[in-house]
């Protein structure tokens, strides 16, 4: 049975202090996306790679946040210093690209829900 | 700003009728359309993807696509109170990057 998995699955810290999530996409998938979700917001695209190269971060506050790939079993998103609008469920999903169709159906893993005092 | 627009609902309807859910798209270039439903604390799962003009069924369900009315819609037949979730449109460029509308809410009364 093949999932995304992430860790933690809960994070309560105070502002400040670094945060780091981490992500284990699905054995042979190609594709990985950090999302973050907020009743205001919705779902927000953050960053994503393909192949481990990022392709976009755009969504992502670059003075905070850092997204990588260190390899293909493990995607990280950290945020550094944390603060209380970052409070919010963070997650990654990932996919396998097929040119030949353009589609990239994407498999969510099952957050983390990060609270930020 | 490229962008999915989804009425947030509530859409509410009777158990056994049809819920339609609607979307449009401002980005000309998108090329592959998702419906994913999210039930409240839990993540988003896929329900079907649509690339071409036209209608797509999946048992109960049926994705619509109109690239020339950048709409993109789904409809739930015989809809179940198990199907009461929000229900998230998304589109996506050529380059991957995905665009997820607000989502619509969706309850079915027994």
């Known amino acids: 049975d093949a999932r995304v998995t992430q860790t933690p699955r809960h994070k309560v810290t105070e502002m400040g202090q670094e945060v780091t999530m981490r992500c284990q996409p699905i054995l042979g998938h190609n594709t990985v996306f950090w999302y973050r979700q907020t009743m205001m917001q919705g779902l927000e695209l953050l960053a994503y790679f393909r192949n481990r190269a990022p392709l976009d971060d755009s969504g992502m506050p670059k003075d905070r946040f850092s997204a990588e790939m260190p390899d293909a079993t493990l995607a990280t998103l950290k945020i550094q210093p944390s603060e209380p609008r970052d409070s919010a469920v963070y997650f990654c999903?990932?996919?396998?690209?097929?040119?030949?169709?353009?589609?990239?159906?994407?498999?969510f893993g099952p957050g983390t829900r990060l609270t930020v005092l | 700003q490229k962008e999915v627009e989804q009425n947030s609902g509530p859409l509410s309807v009777p158990e056994g009728a049809i819920a339609s859910l609607n979307c449009t798209y401002s980005?000309?270039?998108?090329?592959?359309f998702f419906w994913y439903r999210q039930y409240s604390g839990k993540s988003p799962e896929l329900i079907m993807f649509i690339y071409s003009n036209g209608d797509k069924e999946d048992g109960r369900f049926t994705a619509q696509l109109n690239k020339a009315s950048q709409y993109v819609s789904l409809l739930i037949r015989d809809s179940q109170p198990s199907d009461s979730a929000t229900y998230l449109c998304?589109?996506?460029?050529?380059?991957?990057?995905?665009?997820f509308g607000a989502g619509t809410r969706l309850f079915v009364k027994a």
């Open positions: 980005d000309r270039g998108s090329q592959s």
């Open positions: 999903a990932s996919g396998l690209a097929r040119l030949a169709t353009n589609t990239d159906t994407q498999y």
């Open positions: 998304a589109a996506t460029t050529g380059g991957f990057k995905t665009i």
